[in-house]
């Protein structure tokens, strides 16, 4: 009898299988377009994507399995089999200042303050049946690109 600690070694071993190939399949792009990288064609060969997919679609399996087995609610997974898992990026940008004359608290300190909020953030998901494999908190400029012109 396979149980979830079977199931997530399975699933690792296809993704790594998956990830080997698609390893193999860049190395024999390299090789075949002579290693030219600004010959593009390489980089828009279809067998590069779809190596590309089936690694992602394994690694989805993967985290399932990981978190069945340890335990974590996902949602209801009939099907998951045949279902492709889909995500996305979502961000909250903050602009966080202090006082001109410097009385006021530190900008180092705002990462763990904004990390903090995002907990009942993650918890609110989850409890809504979403999926959140990973999420961090960071400071800088975000690449969040501009709206098209007609939507301004």
Do not use: C, K, N
């Amino acid at each position: 009898m396979s149980g979830p600690l079977d199931d997530v070694q399975e699933r690792f071993e296809v993704a790594q299988q998956r990830l080997s190939a698609w390893r193999d399949v860049v190395l024999g792009l390299v090789t075949e377009y002579d290693g030219d990288p600004a010959d593009g064609r390489a980089a828009q060969d279809p067998r590069l994507e779809a190596a590309e997919d089936a690694f992602s679609e394994a690694e989805w399996d993967f985290r399932y399995a990981a978190m069945r087995a340890l335990g974590l609610e996902i949602p209801d997974d009939d099907g998951a089999e045949d279902e492709t898992v889909l995500a996305d990026d979502f961000y909250v940008h903050l602009v966080v200042g202090v006082p001109e004359d410097g009385t006021g608290p530190l900008l180092d300190d705002v990462v763990e303050l904004v990390d903090e909020a995002a907990q009942p953030v993650v918890e609110r998901l989850f409890e809504a049946g979403y999926i959140v494999p990973e999420w961090g908190v960071g400071r800088g400029d975000l690449d969040i690109g501009e709206a098209p012109e007609e939507a301004t």
